[in-house]
T-cell receptor
Framework: EDKVVQSPLSLVVHEGDTVTLNCSYE??????LLWYKQEKKAPTFLFML????IEKKSGRLSSILDKKELFSILNITATQTGDSAVYLCAVNTGNQFYFGTGTSLTVIP | NAGVTQTPKFRVLKTGQSMTLLCAQD?????MYWYRQDPGMGLRLIHYSVGEGTTAKGEVPDGYNVSRLKKQNFLLGLESAAPSQTSVYFCASSPTLTYEQYFGPGTRLTVT
């Protein structure tokens, strides 16, 4: 059974902290791994990773994939209150996308 | 560009009633998806379509039917609603299988 597991389930940090969110997966036909941010409405796309060891970066957010160990991490540096959201990880196996349950991040001023 | 739109935004149904959720996209995407999102369960794929006139089952298809008569529209039907179908439903589209998905704003459905 294909599955995607995210940890931690929730996280509370103070502004300026750095956080690392984890996503591990067990799927039969890996094509890509995607990260989304969800703020009480539709998920919005952050990154797509297909190759091991290549970091994707956008401002204070970065992500990397390890296809050998079957996981990805999403880093957020110098967190801001606007980073408060649920972060979703999804794995594409061809026709389907399998999502993790998400990590709820709360950034306190 | 409106992107992906969903109709309606909210709906309350009684057990046994039927309804259709409409998803429309104006990006000429081939692939369209219906998900449900429940607390603690993440997003789960109900049905998807890889092109006009085609549909396929996802992870949790029971109790739902879909149709893709036009490329821009993907309909999700509930023939006999059950309380277990209370959820937030998201539609998404993507240009190819390996590309990111664009999500609609969601439909909150309550079945009493």
């Amino acid at each position: 059974e294909d599955k995607v597991v995210q940890s931690p389930l929730s996280l509370v940090v103070h502004e300026g902290d750095t956080v690392t969110l984890n996503c591990s997966y067990e799927v039969t036909n890996f094509r890509s791994l995607l990260w989304y941010k969800q703020e009480k409405k539709a998920p919005t796309f952050l990154f797509m990773l297909t190759s091991s060891g290549i970091e994707k970066k956008s401002g204070r957010l970065s992500s990397i994939l390890d296809k050998k160990e079957l996981f990805s991490i999403l880093n957020i540096t110098a967190t801001q209150t606007g980073d408060s959201a649920v972060y979703l990880c999804a794995v594409n196996t061809g026709n389907q996308f399998y999502f993790g349950t998400g990590t709820s991040l709360t950034v306190i001023p | 560009n409106a992107g992906v739109t969903q109709t309606p935004k909210f709906r309350v149904l009684k057990t046994g009633q039927s309804m259709t959720l409409l998803c429309a996209q104006d990006m000429n995407h081939e692939y369209m998806y219906w998900y449900r999102q429940d607390p603690g369960m993440g997003l789960r794929l109900i049905h998807y379509s890889v092109g006009e006139g085609t549909t396929a089952k996802g992870e949790v298809p029971d109790g739902y039917n879909v149709s893709r008569l036009k490329k821009q529209n993907f309909l999700l039907g509930l023939e006999s609603a059950a309380p277990s179908q209370t959820s937030v439903y998201f539609c998404a589209s993507s240009p190819t299988l390996t590309y990111e998905q664009y999500f609609g704003p969601g439909t909150r459905l309550t079945v009493t």
